[in-house]
């Protein structure tokens, strides 16, 4: 994909850039009652999640991003929704804040160089190819998994998985957080349920135990159209296919 950046997410009915800034959330699951998600506490494992806006750490929110390892260490995965769509085509300008808190940028900002998806979704934003990788330019220096580490990506591995998932609110300025069991929605899309992921989480990341990326918020409903179910493209083939395309 050319080097321009796109835009925003989890609410397919807005019709300018400002109010598709506002789009981007989902969910965690449990047994009777989906639990809730909570303020995720700091930690170095965390600080590879961040926020996606434009411009500044203080500009519009578009998503939440993470840093998965990649040869050029360089490389962010979120949900291709929050960078490009038909409506508004890509979002230029976006900046990638990780470990963001309460106005506290411990790493600053990093801008985006480039962005790859897939021609399905550029042509027809075809949810069952909602992944976007995303690489961003080096700062003081440095690329950003020097700064933050980097999560393994995983691909193949079925589903019934634990979990958590963490992401940025487009109301909060604090992260929240769920840990649940990934479940079947389709063939092609998977589910959590937990409340609290509204506008703004789109793009956080399904991390397992281990530390591996399973999925991002995005995929059927541009990430889910309640706060308490969320989905993702299955992290099959396809999304290996993406991450080589991304990274050669």
Not at 84 to 109: C, I
Not at 168 to 184: G, H, L, W
């Amino acid at each position: 994909m050319a080097p321009r950046p796109v835009p925003p997410p989890r609410t397919a009915k807005a019709t300018t850039l400002a109010a598709l800034l506002l789009a981007a959330g989902t969910a965690c699951g449990g047994p009777d009652k989906p639990p809730n998600a909570e303020v995720a506490q700091p930690s170095p494992a965390r600080d590879r999640i961040g926020t996606l806006s434009v411009h500044t750490a203080q500009g519009p929110r578009a998503c939440t991003a993470s840093v998965v390892h990649s040869p050029g260490r360089n490389l962010l995965v979120t949900a291709a929704h929050c960078v490009q769509n038909q409506r508004v085509g890509l979002l230029d300008g976006l900046v990638f804040t990780p470990g963001y808190r309460n106005g506290y940028t411990p790493y600053g900002t990093w801008p985006v160089q480039s962005i790859t998806v897939d021609p399905r979704w550029a042509q027809d934003d075809d949810p069952d190819y909602d992944v976007a990788f995303i690489t961003v330019r080096p700062t003081g220096g440095r690329q950003i998994e020097d700064a933050v580490g980097g999560n393994p990506l995983g691909t193949g591995q079925g589903v019934g998985l634990a979990v958590s998932v963490t992401g940025y609110p487009n109301e909060s300025d604090e992260p929240i957080t769920c840990s649940v069991k990934t479940r079947s929605q389709s063939s092609t899309q998977e589910r959590f349920d937990c409340g609290g992921y509204t506008d703004g989480t789109s793009g956080s990341p399904w991390v397992t135990e281990s530390g591996t990326v399973v999925g991002v918020i995005g995929g059927y409903q541009e990430g889910g159209d309640s706060p308490g179910t969320s989905y993702s493209v299955a992290f099959d083939q396809r999304v290996a296919d993406l991450y080589r395309k991304a990274t050669t």
